[in-house]
C-alpha cells in the first residue's frame, strides 16, 4: 500500500503546476452561489471542473511520456493505477467537500435553501465522472475524446429527464 500512496503523491505533484485551477473552480462556485444557484447546479458545476482537472494528469502523462518515471519507480502496473483512481478520488473528495463548505456558506447568510432531493442528481453526475476518468486512464487522452464526449452529453440528457421528473412529482 506504501507504493500506492507513492504513486498519488507523485501524481499530486507532477500536477502542482496546474493548483491554480483550483482557485478557478472556487471562483466560479462562489460566483454561482452568489447569485442564488442550487445546490444541484454548484455541484455539477464543480463536478465538471473537477473532471477537467483530473483529466490533466493524463494528458500530462502522455505528453512528457511518464511512463518512465513509473517504471522507474519499481512498482507494479496495478499500483500505478490504484495511486492515479486514489488521485483521482481525492480531487473529487477535495472539490466536493469545498463546494458543500461553500454552499452552507450561502445557506448560513440566507443567499440559499438547503434542498436535499437535488444531491441525489448530483451523486449520479459524480458517478458517471468517475467511470469517464477510468476510460481516459485505459484508452488515454487523445483516444478518448470521443467516448468521453458521449459520456458527458448522454449525463446531461439523463440528469435534465430526472430533474424534469421531480419538478413535476414535487411541484403542484
Sequence with gaps: MTE?????KLDFFIMKSQAISYFSLVAVILIFGLIGSPITVLCI???WFIALMA?????I????????????????LNEVVLGR???????????MVAIIILYLGFVMCGKAIFNAPDMMLVFSFLYNNWNTNAVIFQNGVHQSKVMVSHSF??????????LFCICIIWCP
Design 4 to 8: 500506492v500512496a507513492r504513486i498519488t
Design 45 to 47: 458545476t464543480g463536478a
Design 55 to 59: 483529466t490533466n494528469i493524463f494528458a
Design 61 to 76: 502523462q502522455e505528453k512528457n511520456h511518464l511512463d518512465r518515471l513509473y517504471g522507474s519507480v519499481c512498482v507494479s
Design 85 to 95: 483512481y486514489t488521485f483521482v478520488f481525492l480531487n473529487y473528495l477535495a472539490g
Design 153 to 162: 452529453c448522454s449525463c446531461n440528457v439523463i440528469g435534465g429527464i430526472t
